[in-house]
């Protein structure tokens, strides 16, 4: 069965810095690919995803993703991260080997330090 | 437009009670999903729809049964509910499966005691 694999679940980094949070997939098809954040006390909101085509993806809050088929790997980067990112990210495949279900990581907590 | 709805927000269950979780999407989606979250196991899905008057089983089924009578509602039924259903319920819809965003509601935060 597909499964996701985000090894870290909680990443403390200092405003400013830069981030990679890490999402690993296990699946030999073709898919798509998804990060999806959740702030607090709210539902999931769709972050950026890789559909086809450029293998890298980028968001309107400066966050980017580059899909990497040969390591089954959709890292989640940003070079210099806001108080406002606290929240916690889910990566998410979906292929045909999950019938186009979504497979959901078991999120990274971001974690800002001031 | 509201996007996905759900309610209630918060309910408190005694072991045994039995309830239904109402989840509304005004975006004429396909396809709608009952999700439940618990700390440090992303998302599970329970049951989902891939349209009106269809429903179909999930990761998580045992214990829960779902409705989709109208496109833009989808139910949740717990009938008998058990402390290990204690959780955090979420709601989603998609216009379709596969490469589509899928936008969620706020949640359902349930305690069975």
């Known amino acids: 069965a597909q499964s996701v694999t985000q090894l870290d679940s909680q990443v403390p980094v200092f405003e400013e810095a830069p981030v990679e949070l890490r999402c690993n997939y296990s699946?030999?098809?073709?898919?798509?690919l998804f990060w999806y954040v959740q702030y607090p006390n709210q539902g999931l909101q769709l972050l950026l995803k890789?559909?086809?085509?450029s293998t890298l993806v980028e968001s309107i809050n400066g966050f980017e993703a580059e899909f990497n088929k040969s390591q089954t790997s959709f890292h989640l980067r940003k070079p210099s991260v806001h108080i406002s990112d606290t929240a916690e990210y889910f990566c998410a495949v979906s292929s045909m080997d999950s019938n186009y279900q979504l497979i959901w990581g078991a999120g990274t907590k971001l974690i800002i330090k001031p | 437009n509201a996007g996905v709805t759900q309610t209630p927000k918060f309910r408190v269950l005694k072991t045994g009670q039995s309830m239904t979780l109402l989840c509304a999407q005004d975006m004429n989606h396909e396809y709608m999903y009952w999700y439940r979250q618990d700390p440090g196991m992303g998302l599970r899905l329970i049951h989902y729809?891939?349209?009106?008057?269809?429903?179909a089983k999930g990761e998580v089924p045992d214990g829960y049964n779902v409705s989709r009578l109208k496109k833009q509602n989808f139910l949740l039924g717990l009938e008998s509910a058990a402390p290990s259903q204690t959780s955090v319920y979420f709601c989603a819809s998609s216009l379709r499966g596969g490469d589509t965003e899928a936008f969620f509601g706020q949640g359902t935060r349930l305690t069975v005691v």
């Open positions: 699946s030999s098809v073709s898919v798509y």
């Open positions: 890789y559909l086809s085509g």
């Open positions: 729809s891939v349209g009106e008057g269809t429903t």
